[in-house]
């Protein structure tokens, strides 16, 4: 459970109980600028037109909401990104330590969760078609849905950037709290990127 600590380096990413699709939707494409830092944060060039959908204490992105088709029209595998990499270490600690079964058996005999999964499904294609404007024939709900769950990571997203996945509220419950340092990335991370994305910002 997550801690009520004042100290944001004891407990760096916390849900946003306002989190909705409504706000995730109205979530601006990043500038250079922020698309340096979630570079940084992933370790290669930001793709699919990001928008930040959730922020750590801090005010860096945590979760970004991805267009459905990359700019060659290639289909994004998911429409939430944790990019966090405090987050995204903790969330596969829990994969390593095979949670992931014991959340497939409980799908397999909780039918309260398996309906509010499937219906979780459901809202987040209807939220990925309406940015796609069109539905993208034949792609799955995110991470195993709505029958398994494949990948923690992407339940975390979606449940930080919008509030609406009890797989995702699951995770992020046990990843929490998260301690972290302080900011992931620094002044010097950022102008790396920038030149990366951009080479005519080099001096």
Same mark, same amino acid.
Request: proline share 10%; charged share 25%; net charge negative.
């Given at each position: 459970?997550?801690?009520?600590?004042?100290?944001?380096?004891?407990?760096?990413?916390?849900?946003?109980?306002?989190?909705?699709?409504?706000?995730?939707?109205?979530?601006?494409?990043?500038?250079?600028?922020?698309?340096?830092?979630?570079?940084?944060?992933?370790?290669?060039?930001?793709?699919?037109?990001?928008?930040?959908?959730?922020?750590?204490?801090?005010?860096?992105?945590?979760?970004?909401?991805?267009?459905?088709?990359?700019?060659?029209?290639?289909?994004?595998?998911?429409?939430?990104?944790?990019?966090?990499?405090?987050?995204?270490?903790?969330?596969?600690?829990?994969?390593?330590?095979?949670?992931?079964? =014991?959340?497939?058996?409980?799908?397999? %005999?909780?039918?309260?969760?398996?309906?509010?999964?499937?219906?979780?499904?459901?809202?987040?294609?209807?939220?990925?078609?309406?940015?796609?404007?069109?539905?993208?024939?034949?792609?799955?709900?995110?991470?195993?849905?709505?029958? #398994?769950?494949?990948?923690? #990571?992407?339940?975390?997203?979606?449940?930080?950037?919008? =509030?609406?996945?009890?797989?995702?509220?699951?995770?992020?419950?046990?990843?929490?709290?998260?301690?972290?340092?302080?900011?992931?990335?620094?002044?010097?991370?950022?102008?790396?990127?920038?030149?990366?994305?951009?080479? %005519?910002?080099?001096?």
């Amino acid at each position: 459970m997550s801690s009520t600590s004042d100290d944001p380096s004891a407990d760096a990413v916390r849900v946003d109980p306002e989190a909705s699709y409504e706000r995730a939707a109205a979530a601006p494409v990043v500038d250079q600028e922020e698309r340096a830092v979630i570079s940084a944060q992933l370790g290669r060039p930001a793709r699919g037109e990001p928008a930040v959908a959730h922020r750590c204490v801090f005010g860096l992105p945590t979760v970004v909401r991805v267009a459905p088709r990359l700019e060659d029209g290639t289909p994004f595998p998911t429409t939430f990104w944790l990019t966090c990499p405090v987050m995204r270490s903790r969330v596969g600690t829990l994969e390593a330590d095979h949670a992931m079964v =014991g959340l497939n058996e409980r799908l397999d %005999t909780d039918p309260e969760l398996a309906s509010d999964y499937a219906d979780a499904h459901e809202r987040y294609v209807a939220f990925r078609d309406r940015l796609a404007d069109e539905p993208l024939p034949g792609a799955p709900g995110a991470g195993g849905m709505p029958r #398994h769950i494949k990948c923690l #990571h992407v339940h975390a997203a979606h449940h930080l950037a919008t =509030g609406d996945n009890p797989v995702g509220a699951w995770t992020v419950e046990q990843a929490t709290p998260a301690p972290c340092a302080g900011p992931c990335v620094d002044d010097d991370d950022r102008q790396r990127w920038r030149e990366r994305l951009d080479p %005519t910002e080099r001096s």
